[in-house]
């Protein structure tokens, strides 16, 4: 049996298809604005890590900057140039190798140094120095007391590293 083409069944028919395309074309709608709003979403974690893969690389190249400026040729010599750069050599009472490792393409070297007598402006000098060497020092540990003699002195105990590469 077969249906008879005619006017009104020929515009029910389009009228269907038309409504199944509207249907079809508003779930495309639909599921591409999800997708948009999820892609937004992810954009805006990537700049948020953007942002702190900068702040690290930046880091990074300074102490890569560091490292390759670096002419000392270990850490006896690195401790010499920074006390003797403040005028502080004479307060150093000693420096003693302590360690050397290697860790990939450097070598770590690390010294215990005992500076007698400073006051409290020659501490704050020795640390910002050790912060801001043209080569890689850490400071891994410090001990800071008060002198004997007279209190406003300070003995002060720290282990320096220094990070150059082989």
Do not use: W
């Not at 389009?14 to 999800?34: D, E, I, M, Q």
Request: glycine content about 4%; charged content about 30%.
């Amino acid at each position: 049996m077969s249906i008879p083409i005619n006017r009104k069944n020929l515009l029910v028919a389009f009228g269907v298809g038309l409504v199944l395309l509207c249907l079809l074309a508003l779930n495309l709608s639909l599921s591409l604005k999800k997708e948009v709003k999820g892609l937004k979403e992810r954009r805006q974690e990537l700049l948020v890590l953007k942002d702190e893969i900068l702040v690290l690389k930046s880091g990074v190249d300074a102490v890569e900057v560091k490292k390759s400026l670096s002419k000392v040729k270990g850490i006896v010599q690195a401790v010499d140039e920074i006390f003797l750069s403040i005028g502080l050599k004479q307060k150093v009472k000693s420096v003693k190798p302590t360690a050397t490792r290697e860790i990939k393409d450097a070598v770590e070297e690390e010294a215990e140094v005992l500076v007698e007598k400073a006051d409290m402006n020659e501490v704050i000098n020795i640390l910002y120095k050790i912060e801001t060497a043209p080569f890689a020092l850490s400071m891994r540990k410090a001990t800071i007391k008060t002198s004997f003699e007279n209190p406003s002195y300070l003995t002060i105990t720290m282990t320096i590293a220094l990070i150059r590469q082989k």
